[in-house]
């Protein structure tokens, strides 16, 4: 049975880090695209951030780019999620997710069940 | 990096059929067969419902099913069921590399 789980989330205040893991099982990890969505409070999904299985090969949504850095480790099979320069705007319940053979197939076939991050002062 | 388009809400009694579109343009829905719809119950995590325009994965049942015409793509339910009930989201692969949500639709069964 495939199995992502998140953990990580947490209160920081504006300007602050955090660094999001995912723990996955149940398929051959290195061979997938895994995903990163958010959920703002009461609002709709937005995609945030995908990476190749290999890990060569990074996208992030303009909201993020250049504050978020997402990495694995296929030998763990853990995905990452590094945060910073939050604001409040960031202020969510992120879902890992497992993807498809290529990012590009808008494919999140297996969800965990979310970390919250709350950025506030 | 506009989300793509949906109705707000749409509702319909059981039984019956719903439709929900999802409009992009010729970068995202209309330029790839990489769109796919969710389904969200409160308090849950999305699920896969529809992949690739109209394939549907595995234990999904066949009364949910996937269209796409031009620069939209519709997903249909037949035979509505109170479970269904949820908010459902399209998403599609855009040419500069990045993946975008639709605003989400939420159904009523009636």
């Known amino acids: 049975e495939v199995q992502v789980l998140e953990s990580g989330g947490g209160l920081v205040q504006p300007g602050g880090s955090l660094r999001l893991a995912c723990a996955a099982s149940?398929?051959?990890?290195?061979?997938?695209?895994m995903n990163w969505v958010r959920q703002a409070p009461g609002k709709g999904l937005e995609w945030v951030s995908s990476i190749s299985g290999s890990g060569g090969s990074t996208y992030y949504a303009d909201s993020v780019k250049g504050r978020f850095t997402v990495s694995r480790d296929n030998s763990k099979n853990t995905l990452f999620l590094q945060m910073n320069s939050l604001r409040a705007e960031d202020t969510a319940i992120y879902y890992c997710?497992?993807?498809?053979?290529?990012?590009?197939?808008?494919?999140?076939?297996?969800w965990g069940q979310g970390t919250l991050v709350t950025v506030s002062s | 990096q506009s989300a793509l388009t949906q109705p707000a809400s749409v509702s319909g009694s059981p039984g019956q059929s719903i439709t929900i579109s999802c409009t992009g343009t010729?970068?995202?829905?209309?330029?790839?067969?990489?769109v796919s719809w969710y389904q969200q119950h409160p308090g849950k995590a999305p699920k896969l419902m529809i992949y690739?325009?109209?394939k549907g994965p595995s234990g999904v049942p066949d009364r949910f099913s996937g269209s796409k015409s031009g620069d939209t793509a519709s997903l249909t339910i037949s035979g509505l069921r109170a479970e269904d009930e949820a908010d459902y989201y399209c998403s599609s692969y855009m040419s500069s590399s990045i993946v975008v949500f639709g605003g989400g639709t939420k159904l009523t069964v009636l």
């Open positions: 010729s970068s995202d829905v209309g330029g790839y067969k990489y």
């Open positions: 690739e325009v109209s």
């Open positions: 997710a497992k993807g498809g053979l290529w990012f590009g197939e808008s494919l999140f076939d297996s």
């Open positions: 149940g398929f051959t990890f290195y061979n997938y695209a």
